[in-house]
């Protein structure tokens, strides 16, 4: 959206105006796929009756199926990969077309269609000037063994996406004005069996470090206030650049810059939290007692068969040392329901976990059959009404949890910053504490602004917890802005 509107596009979110029509698509689960060629084939009916002129089709959608989507949705005038995002002004009719070299991929846009698989070959935009995409020996490993490989993926010809955008890349920012991510790497190299992601991505590698404080300082200097840290595996951020706790060095400099109120990081991999990473999150007030450690299951089997490692005995003792590090920290996880060979033990292992470890935030996946995991082709599998019927059990467990936590704050004054009128009713006003991520996490719901006349959407106020339910909680406001 940055080279776009650099560009000169002007952006719209209403389809009836727009002449270029732009579908971002995901192809992680199944739901994700049906949900992104749903909506081609919506903007497709805006292309066939209003005054849209291209319709262009981006993302890991295009990662999997390049060739499908030209052959099947003929409305679509070109794609866009992860690795070619710079492309997007030529597929947009807004840059002239470059004469391809030899050794392009972009020539799949050429009048056939089709794209060739070129060993060794880079991406144009892989090749941006300034960062150069190192790769990690595990990735080398793993890359041997088959983890990125796509052959048997109908259509996706394309070579694994090696693009790493940086401080010089235009952003456009779509979060609320006081709020923004990074990104600080790209791919990854572990080998979930469950998971397609290192193979639309490509391999882990991490962008430079002066590129993520310059773009920091940059995003603070537009009145963001709030940054969060992503990538698919954040804590082996800098693991490529021969930095060891990379992460830990990272929000320790960033963590510096004047103005930024808040940072936190997302998805770390159980296994890297360490010593010094905890360190840096207890020492700077401004990086929130937060952590995201998505983890998968708690049965060792399971664990296994997923190609993760660990279990509920190591998981506790990491959260135990979590907690004596960062006093009051909030903790969010993820697990997968019905993941092949889940056995009824399996599952209690796994409520038993969710009962002892005592998490802020947990969010539950059913299984998802992936063609080209490691997972497709494992016996086992469980059957979807018991797979849903683990998925609810196990929310309904954690509803229970959450909501005796939660009890626990009424009273309690915390910071917390405005978000703006909630969705539901413009009585209310809806804001999030440093416990809550973006989007992610339960809401704060203020009913009441205290002595003043109205707040502000992107300040920060000091609130009283007045009411506390399964998620969300109730606060009215006790001073600020701060
Ligand atoms: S760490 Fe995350 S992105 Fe990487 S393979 Fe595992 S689940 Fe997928």
């Known amino acids: 959206m940055g080279l776009l509107d650099r560009a ?25 796929k049906q949900e992104s060629v749903d909506s081609i084939l919506e903007m497709a009916r805006y292309k066939a009756s209003g005054s849209a002129k ?28 992860t690795g070619e995002l710079e492309y997007i002004l030529e597929a947009a009719g807004l840059a002239r077309p470059q004469a391809a ?29 300034s960062e150069a995409a190192a790769s990690r020996p595990e990735g080398n490993l793993r890359e041997r063994q088959g983890r990125f490989r796509r052959d048997d993926w109908q259509g996706a010809t394309h070579l694994l996406p090696t693009y790493l955008y940086d401080e010089s890349t235009p952003r456009y920012l779509t979060t609320p004005s006081s709020s923004a991510y990074i990104k600080i790497a790209e791919g990854c190299d572990h080998p979930c069996s469950f998971c397609v992601i290192p193979n639309l991505r490509g391999k882990f590698r991490s962008r430079r470090f002066e590129s993520v404080v310059a773009e920091a300082r940059q995003l603070v200097a537009r009145g963001v206030q709030e940054i969060t840290l992503i990538g698919q595996d954040t804590t082996c951020y800098g693991e490529d650049l021969a930095l060891k706790d990379g992460l830990a060095l990272l929000l320790d400099s960033l963590a510096r810059i004047e103005g930024l ?13 360490t010593g010094r990473l905890l360190d840096t999150i207890a020492r700077h007030d ?15 089997a399971v664990l296994k068969r997923m190609k993760r490692g660990g279990g509920a005995e190591i998981f506790l003792r990491t959260l135990e040392k979590v907690r004596a590090a960062v006093p009051g920290i909030a903790l969010r996880t993820t697990f997968i329901a ?7 033990r399996d599952f209690e292992l796994l409520e038993e976990f969710v009962g002892e470890a005592r998490f802020d935030w947990l969010g539950v996946f059913s299984y998802s059959d992936e063609e080209g995991s490691g997972a497709f082709s494992l016996d086992g599998k469980v059957p979807r009404r018991t797979v849903e019927a683990r998925k609810r059990r196990l929310m309904k467990l954690q509803q229970a949890i959450s909501k005796r936590a939660k009890r626990q704050w009424v ?15 413009p009585l209310l006003w809806e804001g999030r504490t440093q416990f809550h ?44 802005p701060l």
Do not use: M
């Open 8 to 32: 000169g596009a002007r952006l719209t979110a209403r389809p009836e105006d727009a002449e270029i029509l732009i579908v971002n698509t995901c192809s992680f689960i199944d739901r994700a």
């Open 54 to 81: 291209r319709l262009i089709v981006a993302g890991c959608l295009v990662e999997r199926y390049r060739n499908e989507i030209r052959k099947s949705i003929p409305e679509v005038d070109a794609v866009v990969g």
């Open 101 to 129: 070299a030899a050794s392009s991929p972009f020539n799949i846009l050429s009048a056939n269609g089709h794209a060739e698989s070129r060993p060794g070959q880079e991406s144009r935009a892989g090749t941006h000037k």
């Open 261 to 273: 109120r808040w940072l936190r990081f997302l998805y770390a991999y159980p296994n890297r939290i």
């Open 286 to 300: 401004n990086i929130c007692k937060y952590l995201d450690v998505p983890l998968q299951h708690a049965s060792p």
């Open 338 to 344: 019905g993941f092949p060979g889940e056995s009824p």
């Open 411 to 425: 009273g309690r004054e915390l910071v917390l910053l405005a978000e703006g009128e909630s969705d539901e009713t």
């Open 437 to 480: 991520a973006p989007e992610i996490d339960g809401k704060v719901y203020i009913n009441d602004c205290g002595e003043l006349a109205a707040l502000e959407p992107g300040r920060f106020y000091k609130a009283q917890i007045t009411e506390a339910y399964e998620y969300d909680v109730v606060a009215r406001v006790v001073a600020g």
